[in-house]
T-cell receptor, first 113, second 116 residues
Framework: AAGVIQSPRHLIKEKRETATLKCYPI?????VYWYQQGPGQDPQFLIS???????DKGSIPDRFSAQQFSDYHSELNMSSLELGDSALYFC????????????FGNGTRLTVT | AQSVTQPDIHITVSEGASLELRCNYS??????LFWYVQSPGQGLQLLLK??????LVQGIKGFEAEFKRSQSSFNLRKPSVHWSDAAEYFC??????????????FGTGTRLQVTL
């Protein structure tokens, strides 16, 4: 079965640079979520989109922005990167059906040097 | 605000032994409850979920969990652990509003080590 695809798997950036993470949800899933997981931490909700509109916002820094496109894929844009942004970034998607759980991708590991 | 507590940071069990991972939640309404497993450097895989109905839910890989409203608990169990079960386990709670598990709140995880 198709899963959530995230790219790239690994990304190394320097401080103050920008990064773009991409997420391709499971086909026919209309909702996308972004989570950040720091080393040894639990995943923290950043932001979500439903039908291309932002549906909820968590602890996402102002330096980050995200959007969902017409094909339902999503991109997380991160600017002015800081060392503390180094983390595993997960995307998850869910279907329009009720009681739909989140299905996670394998994540993008971002390292800021 | 919703919250999840996993009191055990690290658990070690012998292969073949039974396992119970504890999870307590705090939520104002009927919660959606989940268990996810994460292998090192990997994504989160859904083990099982509870929305309503039978309080004992079966998941993949031989795992089960029991929802106990009176104790605000959703403990994960497995009768016989395999070495491949070594991983990090996360309990999560999500709002039931709208029937979609949006914006999960995770516990801090329990790292399971399996000895041979």
């Amino acid at each position: 079965a198709a899963g959530v695809i995230q790219s790239p798997r690994h990304l190394i950036k320097e401080k103050r640079e920008t990064a773009t993470l991409k997420c391709y949800p499971i086909p026919r899933h209309d909702t996308v979520y972004w989570y950040q997981q720091g080393p040894g931490q639990d995943p923290q909700f950043l932001i979500s989109f439903y039908e291309k509109m932002q549906s909820d916002k968590g602890s996402i820094p102002d330096r980050f922005s995200a959007q969902q496109f017409s094909d339902y894929h999503s991109e997380l844009n991160m600017s002015s990167l800081e060392l503390g942004d180094s983390a595993l970034y997960f995307c998850a998607s869910s279907s329009p059906r009720g009681n739909s759980p989140l299905h996670f991708g394998n994540g993008t590991r971002l390292t800021v040097t | 605000a919703q919250s999840v507590t996993q009191p055990d940071i690290h658990i070690t069990v012998s292969e073949g032994a039974s396992l119970e991972l504890r999870c307590n939640y705090s939520y104002g309404a009927t919660p959606y409850l989940f268990w996810y497993v994460q292998s090192p450097g990997q994504g989160l895989q859904l083990l099982l979920k509870y929305f309503s109905g039978d309080t004992l839910v079966q998941g993949i890989k031989g795992f089960e969990a029991e929802f106990k409203r009176s104790q605000s608990s959703f403990n994960l169990r497995k009768p016989s652990v395999h070495w491949s079960d070594a991983a990090e386990y996360f309990c999560a709670v999500g709002p039931s509003l709208g029937g979609t598990a949006s914006k999960l709140t995770f516990g801090t995880g329990t790292r399971l080590q399996v000895t041979l």
